[in-house]
């Protein structure tokens, strides 16, 4: 990642790692080809009460990322064989959402455009100070939490209420609004059984008397969602509930 300033990783004895900081654990990919700054800013991660790992080259990293979960990844855009553009094209063509804060020399905004565009979120400029790079990794994985508070999931169902999106083993699925209002409230009272009257009435927001009306929007997102239906099961009689199995 180059050089820091003198704060963090400028003085090999490493004094500002000296402070304890108290934050909430998290996993954290660190993708660096010069291992002393890799080895520095690990360290500093650690004393925060992280868990950093280390991937040495942008290949290795982009298959670690893929392979293993983390709360942010730290990605260095100079690097020989992939560069840090493309490992975040890659990592977000493949449906990968993690957190990527780019780290690099380079501080020309067409250069800071381009890392954005290719999905970092955020870019810290070298050299910077370890406090600043600590601060940014906190604020991405506060930002992280409120993402993952928001996704509803029940099997390989995944629904995020906030971008109003839903994917089956990773990929994302088409949905009417009829259809993603459905699916939500069926995610949201996961084992308990929603009557076709209340689906009506609290759901579509609708007084249709068509007995049909339910059934054919919930036909429809089973066949997208759950053609087997593993997860969304008929009550006979009564209407339709969202269990997990096992």
Known sequence: MGPVDGRALGHRTHNFLMRELHNGTVRILIIEDDPDIAEGVATALKRAGHQPEIAADGILGESEALLNSYSVILLDLMMPGRGGR????????AGVATPILMVTARD???DRVEGLNAGADDYLVKPFAIEE???????LTRRETVRRASVLCIGDIELDTIAHTAKVRGREVSLTHREYSLLEALLRNQG??????TILEKIFNTDEALPNTVNFHMSSL?????????FIQTIHGLGYVARSQG
């Open 222 to 230: 089973r066949k997208k969602v759950d053609p087997e239906s593993k």
């Open 108 to 110: 020309d905004v067409p």
């Open 86 to 93: 493309e490992v975040c094209r890659n990592l977000r063509s």
């Open 133 to 139: 790079l600590l601060a940014r990794v906190n604020a």
């Open 192 to 197: 308990r059984v929603l009557t076709r009257e």
